[in-house]
């Protein structure tokens, strides 16, 4: 087999859009800034609008002025060499011809920045218009549909040009430097993995805490709410990770494979238990961070019963986590950005020191942002001649302090170019995932469930606590 060509164009579609001008072009910039692009790679920007090369640059310059808070005159007259923009029409059979004309034969990565509604569309296009070559991959920014159904027809219109080894899905988490040191953290120490089960754990929480309400995004927000939009995917990736029997190697398959496992032992949700086993909350006006936030109804501007916050509790029916709850927990308008996971040990089995309320089960705490941090909690004796006083102490690992902190995007784009998947999510996962998350969404339904309102800047509505004080349990906020 021969060796697939160095990429040496990277074409944004929808290059006019937010995710391009937040987060896709801001990465590009800092990998071009530390010298991590190749010398030859043109960035092509195409969108449907009209606009010349200049108009383009002038506006990603701008957009770059706002966001790289290391912007430099040197870096950006390099940067800005390698950008193009050509316009794109996938509903005219020639809408192609000016981004055709751009790639020039070269080997490139696609990057959908879309609706998928339009990637079959654009998959079509581009093996029309020759772009399609071998050595050529495609990026896929989620959601990658809204349920199993409308996933697997995207995946299977992307799969008739695209075979899967270059079909890469995007979910930015697991970009996160944090996110790929829980594989470190699991399996580069011996010390947790003899504790990593239902002996010793008692239940691990996962949280997305964010105090940012929908705003603007409600268009797109309104049509899938928080569970399609954060738990089907983010949430999810991160429950596998955590949960994954120790694969045999770090490669792609190997990973993605033990994660697979995972998903299929996920315990299918039934109506009889949803109403014990999750919530939806959508956020009213109220506080967050000091400022007057309005609610999710003001911003839309309409009735909606889509949910701003879910809260749900996850079962996982193999050998290691039989019995162990997995909650997990996430919103918009919480009164704190946290993406955290713990895991609970079990209390003592015996306490030599007797009854008493200062002596806590241990508990593992990984921060992923915006603090970064794992931390274990230990029982320590504190100071002084008499009595046995006992303190929790954490034994921290701060990881802060290495760098700049990377927007994921960057890891993932690299990645890309190289060829390396073991970062970006296959076929299977994505539908195994769609297909648990079906059953949440057909609980619902089933049972009616509204979204209980909750001010903004409170942790959800009353029920997300009385999920885990059913079972004596407590979300753990300090
Ligand atoms: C996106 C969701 O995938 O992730 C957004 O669509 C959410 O609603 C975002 O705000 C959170 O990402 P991060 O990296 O800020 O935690």
């Known amino acids: 087999m021969t060796e697939p060509r160095p990429i040496e164009r990277l074409v944004i579609f929808g290059a006019t859009g937010d995710l391009a001008a937040r987060m896709l072009l801001p990465s590009l910039y800092h990998l071009d800034a530390d010298g991590l692009l190749l010398g030859p790679l043109r960035i092509i920007g195409s969108a449907r609008t009209q606009m010349t090369r200049e108009a383009y640059v002038e506006r990603v310059r701008k957009d770059l002025e706002v966001r790289a808070d290391d912007f430099d005159e040197a870096v950006w007259t390099r940067f800005a060499q390698r950008l193009d923009y050509c316009d794109s029409d996938v509903s005219r059979p020639d809408g192609l011809a000016g981004v055709a004309a751009a790639v020039g034969g070269a080997a490139a990565v696609y990057f959908l920045a879309l609706s998928p509604s339009l990637y079959g569309a654009v998959c079509r296009g581009l093996d029309a218009a020759g772009l399609a070559c071998d050595d050529c991959r495609i990026v896929l920014e989620k959601p990658l549909g809204k349920d199993l159904e409308t996933s697997r027809a995207i995946n299977a219109e992307v799969s008739r040009v695209f075979a899967e080894s270059r079909v890469f899905r995007i979910d930015h988490y697991l970009g996160k430097e944090t996110v790929q040191n829980l594989l470190a953290l699991r399996f580069a120490n011996t010390l947790f993995e003899p504790l990593w089960n239902n002996l010793a754990v008692d239940h691990v929480q996962i949280t997305v805490a964010e105090t940012e309400g929908v705003g603007d995004r409600w268009g797109y927000y309104d049509e899938y709410g928080a569970l399609r939009d954060m738990v089907q995917n983010h949430m999810l990736q991160l429950l596998s990770l955590v949960a994954m029997e120790p694969p045999a190697d770090s490669g792609a398959d190997s990973v993605r494979d033990e994660k697979v496992k995972v998903l299929k032992s996920l315990r299918p949700f039934t109506s009889a238990e949803a109403h014990q086993m999750s919530v939806r909350g959508q956020y009213r006006s109220g506080v967050v961070g000091g400022k007057a936030a309005p609610g999710y109804l003001e911003e839309k501007g309409s009735p909606s019963d889509t949910e701003t916050f879910v809260a749900l509790r996850a079962d996982i029916d193999n050998w290691r986590w039989a019995g162990v709850p997995f909650y997990l927990r996430t919103g918009k308008c919480l009164p704190e950005r946290r993406t955290q996971i713990v895991i609970q040990f079990k209390p003592l089995p015996h306490s030599i020191f007797g009854a008493r309320d200062d002596l806590m089960a241990n508990r593992l705490v990984i921060d992923l942002q915006p603090d970064e941090d794992i931390s274990l909690l230990l029982n320590n004796r504190?100071?002084?001649?008499?009595?046995?006083?006992?303190?929790?102490?954490?034994?921290?690992?701060?990881?802060?302090?290495?760098?700049?902190?990377?927007?994921?995007?960057?890891?993932?784009?690299?990645?890309?170019?190289?060829?390396?998947p073991a970062l970006f999510v296959r076929r299977d996962e994505v539908e195994l995932a769609w297909a648990w998350i079906d059953g949440v969404a057909k609980a619902w339904n089933e049972l009616g469930m509204a979204p209980r309102s909750y001010a903004a800047g409170s942790w959800g509505p009353p029920g997300a606590f009385a999920l885990l004080e059913r079972t004596g349990r407590e979300w753990l906020d300090e």
């Open 382 to 420: 504190g100071p002084g001649l008499t009595g046995t006083h006992l303190q929790a102490l954490p034994l921290s690992l701060s990881l802060a302090g290495n760098g700049r902190r990377r927007i994921a995007y960057e890891r993932l784009f690299l990645d890309a170019f190289a060829g390396n």
